[in-house]
């Protein structure tokens, strides 16, 4: 069945890095457009980037301002975020998701979510 | 950024009412609207996709309507499984793909 296995999450200082990847299974990983979407605790859920099949199109949220990169390695069937400077507002559980081949860009399924904790 | 404002944020109810659950787009996204369903410590699940188009394996209770800048999700009669908080998303424009705030679905 579709699976998605997010890892890598953990207990980083303000300014560190983390690197996030997400394990896809059970269907053609390279056919798909992927996106990462967190949620802070107690809160509600916000999209934070997405790239296309090939990794020709990437997009982020502004909130990110360039700290966060989204990368595949379809051989891998692996989706990656990588997160530097992190604040303790990046204090959220991350999700990756993927979009149908519809052309329209619901998340559906979504992996089970990394927690990422950002404290000194 | 489109902005998406789900009412009521918390909603009580017993099982076997009919809910109501509304989101209200900033500006018109025809139909592009998706609902998910979130319970504690879990991921969200796609339930309803362009507005009223049930995502498999959904319960047919479950229904969506709208287009333009209103939307509602309706559950016809409430089962204990069906407390949980769920969430719009819209799929008109992007980025940023943006959600709705969440409503609360309580056990009255």
């Known amino acids: 069945q579709v699976q998605l296995v997010e890892s890598g999450g953990g207990l980083v200082k303000p300014g560190g890095s983390l690197r996030l990847s997400c394990a896809a299974s059970?269907?053609?990983?390279?056919?798909?457009?992927m996106s990462w979407i967190r949620q802070a605790p107690g809160k509600g859920l916000e999209w934070l980037s997405y790239?296309?099949?090939?990794?020709?199109?990437?997009y982020y949220a502004d909130s990110l301002k360039g700290r966060f990169t989204i990368s595949r390695d379809n051989a891998k069937n692996s989706l990656y975020m990588q997160m530097n400077s992190l604040r303790a507002e990046d204090t959220a559980v991350y999700y990756c998701?993927?979009?149908?081949?519809?052309?329209?860009?619901?998340?559906?399924?979504w992996g089970q979510g990394t927690l990422v904790t950002v404290s000194s | 950024d489109i902005q998406l404002t789900q009412s009521p944020s918390f909603l009580s109810a017993s099982v076997g009412d009919r809910v109501t659950i509304t989101c209200r787009a900033s500006?018109?996204?025809?139909?592009?609207l998706a609902w998910y369903q979130q319970k504690p410590g879990k991921a969200p699940k796609l339930l309803i996709y362009?507005?009223?188009t049930l995502q498999s394996g959904v319960p047919s209770r479950f229904s969506g309507s709208g287009s333009g800048t209103e939307f509602t999700l309706t559950i016809s009669s409430l089962q204990p499984e069906d407390f949980a908080t769920y969430y719009c998303?819209?799929?008109?424009?992007?980025?940023?793909?943006?959600f709705g705030q969440g409503t609360k679905l309580e056990i009255k």
């Open positions: 790239i296309s099949s090939s990794s020709s199109a990437i």
């Open positions: 059970g269907f053609t990983f390279s056919d798909y457009y």
């Open positions: 998701a993927r979009v149908p081949l519809t052309g329209f860009n619901w998340f559906d399924p």
């Open positions: 362009t507005a009223s």
């Open positions: 998303q819209q799929l008109n424009s992007y980025p940023p793909w943006t």
């Open positions: 500006q018109g996204i025809n139909n592009y």
